[in-house]
């Protein structure tokens, strides 16, 4: 058996009491543990130097290294905070008012991935295979090419990716598509992904894409090289969650949410605080419930979990600010004396807590505004009760929604249209909210993390496809 080497930036803690209970890291975890390998990637460190150190630190459990390294501040600003955060993420969630461009942190970004594939290339051996992940490690394989390496290399994208006529607004676009096929294989969420990926290799590069029958993805040949290009839906350990769930209704937290409310329904949200996710859009939907429906003004309750995340980049400071203000807005305009319309928390909790935490809830609302594939939407459906679900009510513009059209699709930018989702959802029968959520669970089985892990790395093995 082949060792798997993982790359990402973010390692999971090698102290297994603090790693989180969810979705990559515990798949990631259990092929590498199974295999025996490497998992690569920056460190959490930031160092006060001019320079970042060449090689990483190695530790070792079991079969498994962890190799990090540390990154200089300048690095970090000019790799992450810059272009990864400041140019792709706007740019991959279709978001170019926000983008902003730089060769200095273009620069950067190279240079970080350069000084990662040194730092791996040692360790590795013939026939390993590595497998990268995310958008910030784009030019990664081309590294390790350059140096000679020739292993199977597979990437797979976290986030959306954009249209072409999308793409072109980042000057080194081109250089960018001619890294992913460095890759033998490059995984997207959805066909959707995959189709602007080949329209770019069609339409700007001047390669040649061969369709490989449903669901089997695509050949691509372009910039001297062939590769397979193909949609693995990522999700969730859906029997795990379940079975979380179960208990986890009846948890210190839970039960304190349960008495909080009072009798009246929940409505929940829970997301990282970053402007894909559409957050102001769904405040001001959960508005205009209250406004065209006032017979949920004091019978309502909309929790929003939002932790703060990447607090260097100004757009994640405005949009944090702009959300208090909202939030304030119109909590002071509809509360009661003995009711407040929205719960807005920064803060995280556990997997277990939220377990609870979606059990009781009524309805889980998803409403980013691009989305690659959003965990939450599967979570959410996986901690009901099947006697007595709750409704998901999704944004069609988050992966999951191509999975799961059992969900009240909508629309994020139409507020009116998600009020009217709401009202149906907090007043659907129990029959139509059994079927619909029978119909969900059931694709949520069939497509746990253990497959979308077990198909990548079966493809990947069959590489090359030269
Ligand atoms: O959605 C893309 C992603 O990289 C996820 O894999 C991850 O959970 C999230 O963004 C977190 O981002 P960061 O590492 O910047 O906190």
């Not at 986890?248 to 997301?271: F, K, M, P, T």
């Not at 996710?277 to 979990?305: D, M, T």
């Not at 004396?337 to 889980?364: C, E, M, T």
């Amino acid at each position: 058996m082949s060792r798997l080497v993982v790359v990402s930036n973010r390692v999971a803690p090698i102290d297994e009491s603090k790693q989180t209970a969810g979705g990559l890291a515990v798949a990631v975890l259990a092929a590498l543990k199974k295999s025996g390998g490497i998992w690569f990637g920056w460190s959490g460190t930031v160092l006060d130097t001019d320079a970042s150190p060449t090689e990483p630190s190695l530790h070792q459990v079991g079969k498994l290294t962890y190799a990090t390294q540390d990154l200089c501040r300048r690095d970090w600003d000019e790799y992450y905070n810059g272009f990864a955060n400041q140019t792709l993420w706007p740019l991959f969630h279709y978001r170019p008012g926000l983008l902003s461009v730089s060769r200095r942190t273009m620069e950067g970004y190279d240079r970080v991935n350069a000084i990662f594939a040194t730092g791996l290339a040692p360790l590795l051996r013939p026939d390993d295979m590595v497998w990268v992940h995310d958008y910030h490690l784009i030019p990664f394989a081309r590294n390790l090419r350059d140096k000679g390496l020739g292993q199977r290399m597979g990437f797979f994208l976290h986030t959306p990716f954009p249209a072409p006529e999308l793409l072109v607004v980042v000057p080194n676009h081109r250089d960018l598509v001619r890294d992913l096929c460095a890759y033998d294989l490059v995984g997207f969420h959805t066909e959707v992904d995959l189709r602007c990926f080949a329209n770019y290799i069609r339409y700007e590069a001047g390669g040649e894409v061969e369709p490989l029958g449903p669901g089997q993805g695509m050949l691509i040949r372009a910039f001297g090289r062939q590769l397979l290009a193909r949609a693995f839906p990522i999700s969730i350990d859906t029997p795990a969650l379940e079975s979380v769930a179960r208990t986890a209704a009846r948890s210190r937290h839970a039960e304190r949410l349960r008495e909080s409310l009072v009798g009246r329904r929940l409505i929940i949200g829970v997301d990282r605080l970053d402007y894909s996710k559409g957050l102001p859009q769904r405040f001001e939907a959960f508005e205009q419930l209250l406004v065209s429906f006032p017979e949920h003004c004091n019978r309502v309750s909309f929790l929003q979990i939002a932790p703060p995340t990447r607090e260097d980049v100004p757009e994640y400071v405005s949009i944090r600010r702009a959300l208090s203000e909202l939030a304030g807005r119109i909590n002071g305009n509809f509360a009661e004396f003995d009711w407040v319309p929205i719960r807005y928390l920064n803060k995280s909790f556990g997997q277990r807590v939220l377990a609870g935490f979606y059990r009781l809830a009524h309805v889980g609302l998803v409403t980013p505004l691009r989305d690659g594939m959003n965990l939450v939407a599967k979570e959410y459906v996986a901690c009901q009760d099947p006697e007595d679900p709750g409704v998901l009510v999704l944004s069609e513009f988050a992966g999951a929604a191509h999975e799961l059209p059992e969900a009240m699709i909508v629309n994020p930018f139409d507020s009116e249209g998600v009020a009217d989702a709401l009202q149906r959802a907090l007043t659907m029968p129990l029959e139509e909210r059994r079927e619909r959520h029978a119909a969900m669970l059931k694709t949520l089985r069939a497509n746990s993390i253990g497959h979308w892990r077990e198909s990548y790395v079966d493809a990947l093995t069959r590489a090359p496809y030269a």
